[in-house]
Nanobody, 123 residues
């Protein structure tokens, strides 16, 4: 069974940075593509970015492109989300997820989810 554990959330001022981590474990985890999502109170869960274990190719939502960067450490089975120039509208619970379909942006396409980590950006 695939397990995902996020960490690194917290409170940061607008304009600041945070790096989220997602430790992944389970059979054939490196055959999945990984995604980052977020969900603010009263809003639907939205796609943030995705990364492939092999080659490290990435794709992002327009709202974070140029500010957020996904990366991975294959030796540690960990993916990261570096978040720079944070805005108050980035406040949400951030989740990592795994899918067999690289390029997916819909939550329904992801098979496994972490428990989430809270990111709060104060203005």
């Amino acid at each position: 069974q695939v397990q995902l554990v996020e960490s690194g959330g917290g409170l940061v001022q607008a304009g600041g940075s945070l790096r989220l981590s997602c430790a992944a474990s389970g059979p054939k985890i490196n055959t999945y593509a990984m995604g980052w999502f977020r969900q603010a109170p009263g809003k639907e869960r939205e796609f943030v970015g995705g990364i492939r274990w092999t080659a490290g190719s990435t794709y992002y939502a327009d709202s974070v492109k140029g500010r957020f960067t996904a990366s991975r450490d294959n030796a540690k089975n960990t993916v990261y989300l570096q978040m720079n120039s944070l805005k108050s509208e980035d406040t949400a619970v951030y989740y990592c997820a795994a899918t067999s379909r690289y390029g997916s942006r819909w939550p329904e396409a992801f098979d496994y989810w972490g428990q989430g980590t809270q990111v709060t950006v104060s203005s």
